[in-house]
């Protein structure tokens, strides 16, 4: 017992949590040791059956840690344990970083959530949408139509700009994308956004919401509105105010290479053609949408902030109202905006300004509304619960088994809270 106190109070330290709205407290749920015991059984198994080589999982209600557990290794093959001072790829939780710079940069009236994007990236006023059209003979051809409406800074905040992912199979806008390899190009952002202004949408902007390259644009959008890099601005203004050191686009000192988290040998790539970001050697594109690293301390930090409505340790980074107005719906049925196939939000929510947020409660459940959330390829994920004054955490590295373990784990979590 002891020991579990100790390391309790080892972890308020190293994550320099402060208390949340202490009179909530009585109000909101609290976790049952049984329910605490499974979530680890769990993860344990996960290990033990060899499907992950390790995890870290963080909850934290009222501010201060309720569940912290290391598990298994950080690479297997060098059998180094986890630990609190792991480096992980975060992939897509980049996005909500990106997209709180960009409202600070609102807040100032720097950038106006209605502003074309053209207004920073000029290019994107001769961007048109790709049509596909099938002839008299069967063939498809894509047909190049002009913007209805200008991309605005709100469709790259919510995903409805028009610009995809590209993959293979995806309709020839999206092999376009594909063959463009963006993801293994080693273009500084200008450049990188230079790139994708040659390329066709897939929809018209405000139609559809669909999961692309929009974050990795506006962090180019926050470069030129700041005059800074995007690095540079984040350092200044969030990471490091925030106590976010480990932060950054790549691992650039030698001596915390053994400290980077890998997955499994058989299990690392993303998708057949793109393998896990190698982050040991340095990048010019500081991705916005998907390259950051960083530990779970790091990430604690700035979860509370958000739970905070925007403050952290006396210091104010957002405004209450900015923080609710990311965390609201802007998506829905009100919108008339569809969804593409695979929303990966899911059935029970909708998105906001960088991030999912639960606007039904799932069948069989008591799920709280208003929680927001998202993950990174690589496996982490994070959720924020405002009505339980509670952000959890799972930072690991398995492309493979991200979906499966995420759902299994948040429900275990919800029901240890008799959700």
């Known amino acids: 017992m002891f020991g579990r106190r100790a390391l309790i109070a080892a972890l308020v330290l190293l994550f320099g949590m402060v208390g949340a709205r202490a009179s909530s407290e009585s109000a909101t749920r609290k976790f049952s040791a049984e329910g605490l015991a499974k979530i680890t059984d769990y993860i344990r198994n996960e290990v033990a059956t060899g499907r992950i080589p390790g995890a870290i999982l963080l909850l934290q209600q009222h501010g201060k840690p309720v569940y912290y557990e290391n598990f298994g290794v950080r690479d297997v093959a060098t059998q180094l344990s986890m ?8 992939y897509s939780m980049s996005k909500p970083i990106t997209s709180v710079m960009a409202m600070m940069l609102v807040e100032e009236r720097k950038l106006s959530l209605d502003d074309p994007v053209s207004k920073y990236i000029p290019a994107f006023a001769q961007m048109k949408v790709g049509v596909e059209r099938k002839g008299e003979d069967g063939k498809v051809t894509l047909a190049l139509e002009p913007l209805a409406r200008p991309v605005t800074i709100k469709d790259l905040l919510r995903h409805t700009s028009g610009l995809p992912y590209g993959y293979r199979g995806g309709g020839l806008v999206r092999e376009l994308y594909a063959e463009a390899n963006l993801f293994q190009s080693h273009l500084g952002n200008a450049d990188f956004v230079a790139k994708i202004a040659t390329l066709p949408l897939a929809e018209q902007p405000g139609t559809v919401w669909d999961y692309g390259f929009s974050t990795d644009v506006l962090g180019r959008v926050v470069e030129v509105a700041s005059g800074k890099t995007l690095l540079q601005f984040e350092k200044e203004r969030l990471l490091d105010p925030l106590g976010m050191t480990e932060t950054a686009f790549f691992v650039a000192d030698p001596a915390k290479f053994p400290r980077i988290a890998e997955p499994m040998p058989a299990d690392r790539n993303i998708n057949p053609t793109t393998p896990m970001r190698e982050i040991r050697r340095p990048l010019k594109w500081e991705s916005g949408g998907g390259g950051m690293v960083g530990t779970i301390g790091d990430y604690a930090r700035f979860a509370q902030m958000l739970l905070n409505g925007g403050s952290y340790e006396g210091r104010r980074y957002l405004k209450p109202e900015t923080i609710a107005l990311m965390a609201s719906d802007h998506v829905g049925p009100e919108t008339k905006i569809a969804r593409d196939q695979s929303f990966y939000p899911g059935t029970n929510s909708g998105f906001g300004l960088g991030f999912a947020v639960r606007t039904s409660v799932p069948a069989g459940t008591s799920w709280p509304l208003g929680e927001y959330r998202w993950d990174g390829v690589g496996g982490t994920f994070f959720f924020i619960d405002p009505e339980d004054d509670l952000f959890g955490i799972f930072m690991v590295q398995t492309p493979s ?5 995420q759902l299994e784990l948040k ?8 959700r």
Do not use: E, K, N, V
Not at 401 to 405: A, E, L, V, W
Not at 411 to 418: D, E, F, P, Q, S
């Open 411 to 418: 429900t275990l979590i919800y029901r240890a809270m008799g």
């Open 401 to 405: 088994q991200r979906g499966r373990i």
């Open 83 to 90: 630990s609190a001072d792991t480096i992980f790829r975060l």
